[in-house]
């Protein structure tokens, strides 16, 4: 069974770094472009950033020189490392994956780790 | 980046209705496009991708049309479990970027 599981969330201050991890299982997450979206108290979907098949790595401009996306193909697992964080980033962060290698729509998500941002 | 906006932010339909949601990219994104249900505390559930194309599993009432920068998502007679948060999102271009959401609420 594909499964996503996201953790390493948690409250952090104004400035401070936070590293999240999305465990996966039943696929390889190297065969596939995976991506970070978050999602803030009450409001939409934003994409973060994404980690492609080829080793190229996308973000958000407004996570750009701040977060960044890392995998580890032994451990099967997708990372982001945030740094220097603003309240702004406060948000449910979910991992997701795309149904077929190459496609960059998800099909299959975690069930997201909350990261409060708060002094 | 790709604009996406979506509209109306909130719609109200009786079940059994027709709803129909829209969405506009602010250049081509050709058929690049998907559609997302979400539901309150679950993470999205893709419905449409490559504009029309159902997922799998996804009833025959969703459907989706569109090309360039109008599409339009069409759910032929609303059911209750229909009534949820609904986000397009396109993918032609990095940074990919998603609409604000479409809320169809029971009438």
């Known amino acids: 069974e594909v499964q996503l599981v996201e953790s390493g969330g948690g409250l952090v201050q104004p400035g401070g770094s936070l590293r999240l991890s999305c465990a996966a299982s039943?696929?390889?997450?190297?065969?596939?472009?995976m991506s970070w979206v978050r999602q803030a108290p009450g409001k939409g979907l934003e994409w973060v950033s994404a980690?492609?098949?080829?080793?190229?790595?996308y973000y958000a401009d407004s996570v750009k020189g701040r977060f960044t996306i890392s995998r580890d193909n032994s451990k099967n697992t997708l990372y982001l490392q945030m740094n220097s964080l603003r309240a702004d980033d406060t948000a449910v962060y979910y991992c997701?994956?795309?149904?077929?290698?190459?496609?960059?729509?998800?099909?299959?998500w975690g069930q997201g780790t909350l990261v409060p941002v708060s002094s | 980046e790709i604009v996406m906006t979506q509209s109306p932010a909130t719609l109200s339909v009786s079940p059994g209705e027709r709803a129909t949601l829209s969405c506009r990219a602010s250049?081509?994104?050709?058929?690049?496009l998907a559609w997302y249900q979400q539901k309150p505390g679950q993470a999205p559930r893709l419905l449409i991708y490559?504009?029309?194309t159902r997922a799998t599993g996804i009833p025959a009432r969703f459907s989706g049309s569109g090309a360039g920068t109008e599409f339009t998502l069409t759910i032929s007679s609303l059911q209750s479990e229909d009534f949820a948060v609904y986000y397009c999102?396109?993918?032609?271009?990095?940074?990919?970027?998603f609409g604000q959401g479409t809320k169809v609420e029971i009438k």
């Open positions: 997701a994956k795309p149904p077929v290698v190459y496609a960059s729509y998800f099909d299959c």
């Open positions: 039943g696929f390889s997450i190297s065969s596939y472009t």
């Open positions: 980690f492609t098949t080829g080793g190229n790595t």
């Open positions: 250049q081509s994104v050709s058929s690049t």
């Open positions: 490559g504009a029309s």
């Open positions: 999102q396109q993918y032609n271009k990095w940074p990919q970027t």
